[in-house]
């Protein structure tokens, strides 16, 4: 409450005449979206402009009740406060409150009343929405209560001095509250909900980006683990080669065997170290990973995948070119992953659609591509977020490779991958045979 206190006082009375000049419309705003691109730039002025012109249209109406230059000089005076809100709109409230109370004190002459059916009356209604627009709500309660609070001391400061009926005045108080409490309630409720909507988008935006971070760091996770079993697996070949190798010659060199015992040892000690520092991202979720020395897909498994998806009901032709040949077991895991999450995105996305997948064993690497065709429209499609994408990326980024996923001229998709491999040196034996 005291908190709610200070800044209310800060906002009517410390900071009232703070420089606080409107902001244009954003660029991405709807008013300024629909206009073409040449009028956008003055488009977005149009809360200048519309205040302006009310302000013009209350100076001609005053001109035409009261006289062109009394009128017009009272209707001038009188939208002075209006056009202050432009820049600095709780002084320019503060301003309104004064010179509506002055006609009632001078110009009218019957009564003290600062309500009295003037358009010095109409223009402080309109500042006071004007200012409940660009503050706080507690700023426009602030205003409802002080502009009640002056009038009730206006109304009996005149039954005090007689100059005025004070029934008939306290009549026109309870219609401006009434009045300008309704619109000053119906100003805040729209500005929350425009800042409600605001604020959503705003935590959807953060929510997107955060679910899509999640994503990577899973699809992280799973790799550091199915690298965890192709590493252990090459790393036991190595300690069980190089504890086996001094059996193989016969009586060798103490220096040799010295060495095979130090290969022996860093290979057992860089399994222990890995097994360590993986073993936390594997023990995360140990259920779903009951069977860590279960083998990894290979390319070799992609037939049994593609058997599966036309189990589905799925049309899907597979189409293998060039030199087939052993792959390292990282490539043809990534390689196995691409394809099953690209066919799982078909059938989620496009299901009836007809499937391609080729593979393409090329010098310097592997190529990957899976097509499908537009989506059977009686078919209906789930909805996506797209992060499978992002998983597809991981593992090909990991590899030093390419992916591009984009959509087809005919309505289908494609998602195309290069895996890079290294290419072997042919050993001098094989060469001299």
Not at 396 to 423: C, I, N, Q, S
Request: a neutral charge; one cysteine or more.
């Amino acid at each position: 409450m005291k908190n709610a206190l200070a800044g209310l006082r800060e906002d009517l009375f410390t900071d009232a005449f703070a420089f606080r000049p409107l902001p244009p419309l954003p660029a991405d705003h709807t008013l300024v979206r629909v206009l073409p691109g040449g009028r956008q730039g003055y488009t977005r002025w149009a809360p200048h402009a519309a205040v302006c012109g009310f302000a013009g249209l209350i100076v001609l109406v005053s001109a035409d009740a009261r006289g062109l230059f009394v009128g017009a000089a009272m209707g001038l005076v009188a939208v002075l406060p209006m056009l202050l809100t432009l820049f600095r709109p709780v002084g320019a409230w503060w301003l309104s409150l004064g010179m509506l109370t002055l006609p009632g004190l001078l110009l009218t002459g019957y009564s003290y009343s600062p309500w009295s059916p003037s358009t010095f009356f109409f223009t402080h209604l309109v500042v006071t929405l004007l200012v409940a627009l660009r503050t706080r709500p507690r700023v426009a309660a602030g205003m409802w209560l002080i502009t009640g609070a002056l009038g009730a001391f206006l109304a009996l400061l005149g039954r005090v001095f007689g100059r005025y009926a004070g029934d008939f005045f306290l009549d026109d108080l309870a219609q401006f509250q009434v009045l300008s409490g309704i619109a000053l309630f119906g100003v805040v409720a729209v500005r929350g909900l425009r800042e409600s909507k605001r604020q959503v988008a705003a935590q959807a935006a953060v929510t997107e980006v955060e679910r899509s971070r999640r994503t990577v760091l899973e699809e992280r996770t799973t790799i550091a683990r199915e690298l965890h079993d192709v590493v252990a697996h090459h790393m036991s070949v190595v300690a069980i080669q190089a504890e086996a190798a001094p059996y193989r010659v016969e009586n060798p060199p103490p220096e040799l065997v010295a060495a095979f015992q130090t290969i022996r040892e860093n290979a057992v000690s860089a399994l222990t170290e890995l097994r360590r520092v993986l073993g936390v991202v594997r023990s995360e979720n140990p259920d779903a990973f009951a069977a860590p020395e279960a083998p990894q897909p290979t390319l070799a498994d992609i037939g049994f995948l593609i058997d599966n998806v036309r189990a589905a009901g799925a049309d899907v032709e597979l189409v293998t070119t060039g030199a087939v040949r052993t792959l390292p077991q990282g490539v043809e895991l990534s390689a196995y992953r691409i394809v099953q999450e690209a066919l799982s995105n078909t059938l989620r996305h496009a299901p009836g659609a007809a499937v391609r997948v080729e593979i393409a064993h090329v010098l310097g690497g592997l190529g990957l591509r899976v097509v499908n065709g537009p989506a059977d429209r009686f078919a209906k499609a789930s909805p996506g977020a797209g992060h499978g994408v992002l998983g597809m990326r991981e593992r090909v980024a990991m590899l030093g490779g390419e992916l591009t996923a984009e959509a087809t001229p005919d309505g289908g998709y494609e998602v195309a991958a290069f895996l890079p491999v290294p290419v072997e040196p042919v050993p001098v034996e094989e060469v001299a045979a």
